[in-house]
């Protein structure tokens, strides 16, 4: 399967983010990727307004999410991002999608939320309850996970025992000390671990560290992107997966059961 990775920073106004992605996504499918992941909350950023996500958030069925549907009417390329979408009591919800042919054809609200290095993301955003159900794409199997999210190697594992061969990862990973080094190592190991794909896509700007990767199953990368906007490509080879799983059968050697979510 051929993938694409859109790196980009995210503006104040949601008008030029639709039309980046819009542009993203044509450039891709005329690639003759099948998959295209975009980075996390692409609907809009202040980086001066902490509570702009409140402001910025809108509905599946509002202007930016429509304006994406529609530009994917016509194409077989699935796109995913996540984007803040408001709920009934004033907060919002950090959404990760998959659009394809016209319609969001996956949904996955963010279970990890940013509480470290002094930020609060509970502070605007509720947690998700749910763990993402696996979504079809160019024949493999695809999990969905959101930024924080690659901390908690539970989520991982519960995907690929579920029969992810695929993980994607949408971010904006925040540039700090050692950021650059957490991330580097925690995607590698997601995708070692599980001997599966993991497609990670960073936003990129004055904020956050950009550096998109592809990590293969034996914890190669296979493409990796610096801090600038950029698209990049790859190709997810089935049978690297049933190599790995050959040679590392970590899946069916795991002594411990399926990880389950905690209750609220």
């Not at 580097?184 to 997601?190: D, F, G, I, S, W």
């Amino acid at each position: 399967m051929k993938i694409a990775m859109g790196q980009f920073a995210v503006e104040r106004d949601w008008q030029l983010n639709a039309a980046t992605c819009i542009r993203l996504m044509a450039d891709a499918a005329a690639a003759e990727a099948e998959l295209l992941v975009l980075p996390e909350a692409v609907l809009a950023r202040d980086n001066s307004d902490a509570d702009f996500v409140l402001k910025a958030a809108q509905p599946l069925d509002g202007p930016f999410v429509s304006q994406l549907l529609a530009a994917s009417r016509n194409s077989r390329l699935t796109t995913m991002m996540s984007v803040p979408v408001p709920t009934a009591e004033g907060r919002a919800l950090n959404v990760l999608i998959a659009i394809r042919a016209g319609e969001v054809v996956a949904r996955y609200d963010k279970l990890h939320l940013y509480d470290a290095f002094a930020v609060k993301e509970s502070k605007n955003i509720t947690a998700g309850e749910q763990v993402p159900a696996l979504i079809e794409v160019g024949g493999m199997k695809v999990g969905l996970m959101t930024c924080y999210d690659v901390r908690f190697p539970e989520l991982a594992r519960r995907l690929a025992i579920e029969g992810a061969e695929v993980l994607v990862l949408p971010s904006a990973w925040l540039r700090g000390p050692l950021k650059e080094m957490h991330w580097e190592v925690l995607v590698t190991a997601r995708a070692l671990e599980n001997t599966c794909y993991l497609v990670a896509v960073g936003e990129c700007g004055p904020r956050n560290i950009g550096n998109s990767m592809v990590v293969d199953p034996l914890g190669v990368a296979v493409v990796k992107a610096a801090e600038a906007p950029t698209l990049l490509y790859a190709e997810l080879d089935a049978a690297r997966i049933a190599y790995a799983r050959s040679v590392l059968p970590v899946l069916e050697n795991r002594r411990f059961a399926r990880p389950e979510l905690k209750e609220s």
